[in-house]
């Protein structure tokens, strides 16, 4: 089937064009025949792809990138109301659509997957886009990462289900109605955007509440902030609930993780039989990812033996412990974890892989906000690596806050008695582990921000 395209996309301008959801959007209009145009700060291979796809792509910001015949300037909520291209849309008249509305209007008339939760999105979705693409049900998907299979964030298919990642920190993900919603977890993070607990309960109440009539909510059994929104949506006369996890009264019950290095082998039951399937990622959170991924496809009326079968083929996400190679006996492993609850999992699954080797941690942390509430969790979860070495806050879109800064993390996991060292200079990074590691060893670079860029240096100081 081939979803139109609104008027209002029909040439579209995306300021920030090269963000992993802003592309996404992008590349599934452009495969629609859209006329895409669209800017970024930097070049890069995101913006070569696009590109590829006929879209027109600008490096920098400024007034004449935007088209006078664009039929609309697209947004994500990190775009300052000073961009010129912003600016000059408005001397223009040219409708601004938020990134969230423009990810909507692709869903309309397709049977949408949205998949949400503070940790875990973009490895579910992409287990997801994975299976069914095995399943040859050639669905339609927008992630917050590039597939390692395909190596890409997002396609347009032509099947009848659209799979998306649904964004909870500045609450575009209550724009969607999917069929199926996924709430992975629930927590407080996006603290400049949330400020308590019971708003982020009333921002998953609303999503969970757009879900179509007689869909389904698929929900973690075991995790305390899922436990309470299931309680409070549990009265939504037309949603059916399906729970998952560890938990005697789940619905998809998760019998046993067995880990197998790298990789994971889970058994679920459901509707009382047993279930076997590997996960080709290590750790206890992907395994239960993955049974999120398989109810949501049972819900659809996918049968579960050949999901579970489909979802073996999924080989990760970039930046999701991502294997960025091996040196002089040492494995180098990208995470994006930066918040508590991602770090301590993945440095547990990276702890339950190495078979007594040393586990080196390379952290940055990711924004001013979020360390100045979390600094000391964040300390605390490095306490579970051998050693570590600390970055600079990556500020992102943020300002610096003054008496915030990598010092409150280093503190911490000091007093947690982990064995933690502050390193200002990024440059400094590669020599410094080089020095450190020996063969066996797993170094994990940890964070959201550019501290990925290091792990190819890592692996040539080490080969040197």
């Known amino acids: 089937m081939a979803p139109g395209i609104p008027a209002a996309l029909e040439r579209p301008h995306f300021i920030g064009i090269g963000g992993a959801g802003m592309s996404g959007i992008a590349k599934i209009l452009a495969q629609r025949g ?28 400024a007034a004449g990138h935007l088209a006078d015949d664009a ?17 000059r849309a408005a001397e223009l008249d040219i409708p601004v659509v938020h990134r969230s509305d423009a990810l909507a209007s692709l869903m309309e008339g397709l049977r949408a997957i949205a998949v949400a939760g503070t940790h875990g999105k973009t490895t579910t979705t992409s287990m997801l886009a994975v299976a069914l693409s095995e399943l040859a049900l050639d669905p339609s998907y927008a992630i917050g990462g590039d597939l390692e299979g395909p190596g890409t964030n997002a396609t347009h298919g032509d099947g009848d289900v659209f799979v998306a990642e ?12 999917p069929e199926v919603a996924i709430v992975l977890n629930v927590e407080l993070d996006h603290h400049a955007n949330y400020a308590s607990m019971d708003e982020i309960y009333e921002s998953f109440e609303t999503f969970v509440g ?6 389904t909510l698929v929900i973690a059994a075991d995790q305390s902030g899922a436990v309470e929104l299931t309680r409070r949506v549990r009265e939504l006369s037309s949603l059916t609930v399906v729970t998952y996890g560890e938990s005697e009264g789940a619905d998809v019950r998760v019998h046993k993780v067995t880990p197998r290095g790298l990789t994971s082998e889970v058994t679920v039951v459901l509707n009382g039989k047993y279930l076997t399937f590997t996960v080709s990622v290590p750790g206890r959170h992907y395994a239960h990812n993955a049974v999120a991924a398989l109810a949501a496809g049972v819900a659809l009326g996918i049968p579960a033996h050949n999901l579970a079968s ?83 806050i990556y500020p992102a879109r943020e300002d610096p806050v003054p008496g915030v800064t990598s010092a409150l993390i280093i503190d911490a996991a000091k007093t947690a008695g982990a064995d933690v060292t502050a390193v200002h200079d990024k440059a400094d990074i590669p020599a410094a582990v080089a020095g450190m590691a020996k063969p066996g060893d797993l170094v994990l670079t940890m964070g959201a921000g550019d501290v990925t860029d290091l792990g190819p240096q890592i692996l040539d100081h080490l080969s040197s």
Do not use: C, W
Request: glycine share 8%; charged share 20%.
């Open 34 to 61: 859209a006329k895409v145009a669209g800017s970024d700060a930097k070049e890069s291979a995101t913006a070569e792809a696009l590109r590829a796809l006929g879209a027109t792509v600008h490096i920098g910001h």
């Open 71 to 87: 039929t609309s300037v697209v947004v994500s909520s990190a775009i300052r109301a000073d961009n010129p291209e912003l600016v």
């Open 166 to 177: 649904a964004d909870e920190s500045d609450r575009s993900f209550q724009k969607y109605a």
């Open 210 to 215: 757009k879900v179509v009539p007689g869909g």
């Open 310 to 392: 489909a979802l073996g083929k999924y080989t990760g996400v970039k930046r999701r412990l991502q294997l960025k190679g091996e040196a002089a006996g040492v494995q180098v492993i990208d995470s994006y974890a930066h918040h508590p609850t991602e770090m301590t999992a993945d440095l547990e699954a990276m702890r339950g892989a190495a078979t007594g080797a040393r586990l080196l941690v390379v952290f940055q942390p990711h924004l001013f906000s979020r360390t100045q509430e979390l600094g000391t969790e964040m300390g605390q979860a490095l306490a579970l690596a051998d050693a570590s070495l600390v970055l600079d």
